[in-house]
């Protein structure tokens, strides 16, 4: 099956959702889990469309098929003095990993960022999500501290890497 890139629409919403729930199942290392995702499918749609309709922001979703595999999120900062800035999120199913999506979503928003005149983006990776830390150095991005106790997963606490990447 062919893997496509695109961004993502309306009525993905259900997929996406799907795909959220799978990931929040397989990895935790991320804002959320598997049980702190409960919108409809309905309220999903509204959050895409804002996306597709804000040319400052992009979310990508890369589809096998159906199914939503990849998402990648750059949701730019809406106050004056911050709107240089972007944060950057990704996650790819984990039967996908190590084939090279993660790589690729990066470089389609890298052109997005550089062409909507961001200056900087930023990540906060846990500090043992080694691959995650090791894609983002691959584009540039370099680590700038660590927030300690960034993460609570379950009653533990777990220290983030506040990384950056600089236009
Ligand atoms: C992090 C993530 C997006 C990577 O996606 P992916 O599709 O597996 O990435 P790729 O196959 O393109 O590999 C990208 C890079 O990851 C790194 N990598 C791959 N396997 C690795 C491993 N076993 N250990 C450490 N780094 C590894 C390498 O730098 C690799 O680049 P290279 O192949 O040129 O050396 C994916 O693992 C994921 O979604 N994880 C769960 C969610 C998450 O952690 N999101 C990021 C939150 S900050």
Redo the contacts with the bound molecule.
Sequence with gaps: MEIIYREAREDDAAALLDHVHK?AT??D??SFGKDSFNISVEKEARFISRFAKNPYDLMLVTLDGDTVV?NGIIERERVLRYNHRATL??????D???????????ELMMVFCKSSGLKTLS????AD????I?????FGFEEIGIYRSFFKIDGNYYDGILMQLIF
């Design positions: 990931v397989e990895t290392n991320l990849a999120s990704i996650t790819v199913l984990r996908y990993w190590g084939q090279g999506i993660g790589t690729r979503l990066m990540l906060e990776a846990r999500n080694t691959r995650a090791s894609l983002c150095k691959k």
